[in-house]
Antibody, heavy 117, light 107 residues
Framework: EVQLVESGGGLVQPGGSLRLSCAAS????????LTWVRQTPGKGLEWVSS????????YYADSVKGRFTISRDNSRNTLFLQMNSLRAEDTAVYYC??????????WGQGTLVTVSS | DIQMTQSPSSVSASVGDRVTITCRAS??????VAWYQQKLGKAPKLLIY???SLPSGVPSRFSGSGSGTDFTLTISSLQPADFATYFC?????????FGQGTKVEMK
């Protein structure tokens, strides 16, 4: 059974940083592309960033480019999202997802990030 | 960016009803669309990919159709577990984009 467990969310002040983690099991981690998707009541679902299986290829939404960094540790079956220079508009539930051909086949339960002073 | 426009934004239906949700892409995306179901407080769940393919474990009452710019999700006979919000998503190009969602409510 595929399991994805996000952690690292919380309350942070504008301009601050957070590092999200997504611990994975039940599938071939190093062969799988992975994605972070976020959700807010106002903007709905938004693709944030994706990474290929080897970690070489990374992709970012314009809204986070230069501030967020996606990475993975295939030896620990873990995906990361380093979020710097956080803004109020980054407030959302962040999900990690197993990705095939641009489709999100399995999702974690999500972790809430709140950016507020 | 490709915009995905869903309609309606909500639909009221009864158990056993046939429910149809549509999604229109702002550009031709071939068959590169997925549909997700989301229940309150839970993560989205993939229902349909490549416009009409069902992942393992998804009930056959769910079906998808369309190509180009117009796509449809159909629930042939609505069940109690199907009251939820449904989203479409395009996988044709980056950035991947989602529709705004359609809430299926009990009549």
């Amino acid at each position: 059974e595929v399991q994805l467990v996000e952690s690292g969310g919380g309350l942070v002040q504008p301009g601050g940083s957070l590092r999200l983690s997504c611990a994975a099991s039940g599938f071939s981690f190093s062969s799988s592309a992975l994605t972070w998707v976020r959700q807010t009541p106002g903007k709905g679902l938004e693709w944030v960033s994706s990474i290929g299986g080897s970690g070489t290829n990374t992709y970012y939404a314009d809204s986070v480019k230069g501030r967020f960094t996606i990475s993975r540790d295939n030896s620990r079956n873990t995906l990361f999202l380093q979020m710097n220079s956080l803004r109020a508009e980054d407030t959302a539930v962040y999900y990690c997802a197993v990705t095939q051909n641009g489709y999100y086949f399995h999702w974690g339960q999500g972790t809430l990030v709140t950016v507020s002073s | 960016d490709i915009q995905m426009t869903q309609s309606p934004s909500s639909v009221s239906a009864s158990v056993g009803d046939r429910v149809t949700i549509t999604c229109r892409a702002s550009l031709d995306i071939s068959s590169r669309v997925a549909w997700y179901q989301q229940k309150l407080g839970k993560a989205p769940k993939l229902l349909i990919y490549a416009a009409s393919s069902l992942p393992s474990g998804v009930p056959s009452r769910f079906s998808g159709s369309g190509s180009g710019t117009d796509f449809t999700l159909t629930i042939s006979s609505l069940q109690p577990a199907d009251f939820a919000t449904y989203f479409c998503q395009q996988s044709n190009s980056v950035p991947r984009t989602f529709g705004q969602g359609t809430k299926v409510e009990m009549k």
